[in-house]
């Protein structure tokens, strides 16, 4: 499976040095709808571990993962993800803003693909979901994986 960059870099205009530092300060790990299902997770009794880089999926971390179920799950933001309820594609640098969102998302499958390649379960949970549902979504999962019904 090859780079899940797919085509060349559109131009673009630079950022002003406001946006620039915007987004340079962004949480990456530890974002506030990934503390929220960790404490859920955890308040049930789920233990885990935070920003794990499996074996075999080279560069790529998984937010929350269950080494003993090969779960690994991933909080992802509505605009960095795209997310199809809530994301939005700036209108400055649309085209590289495309590119740039379409990329991310093939990465996405791809990263799906190699774990479930190697015998793992991902599983996406969207920023905006209510920690206790997708709380309930991993429980149920992992609760399966343990009765060997998966």
């Known amino acids: 499976m090859g780079s899940a960059m797919k085509g060349e870099e559109p131009s673009r205009v630079r950022p002003t040095e406001r946006v620039s530092r915007r987004f340079s300060v962004q949480r990456r790990t530890g974002t506030e709808p990934e503390l929220l299902l960790r404490r859920e997770l955890?308040?049930?009794?789920?233990?885990?571990?935070?920003?794990?880089?499996?074996?075999?999926?080279?560069?790529?971390?998984?937010?929350?993962?269950?080494?003993?179920w090969r779960v690994a799950v991933f909080v992802d933001g509505c605009f960095w993800h795209a997310c199809a309820e809530h994301g939005v594609k700036p209108n400055t640098n649309s085209d590289w803003w495309q590119w740039k969102l379409d990329n991310t998302r093939a990465r996405d499958r791809d990263t799906d693909q190699r774990l479930s390649a190697l015998g793992w379960t991902a599983v996406r949970v969207w920023e905006h979901e209510a920690p206790a549902s997708a709380a309930d979504r991993i429980e149920n999962l992992l609760n399966q994986l343990a009765l060997g019904r998966v």
Do not use: N, Q
């Open 42 to 68: 955890h308040r049930r009794g789920r233990r885990f571990r935070v920003h794990y880089l499996i074996p075999g999926v080279p560069r790529r971390r998984a937010d929350l993962v269950f080494t003993r």
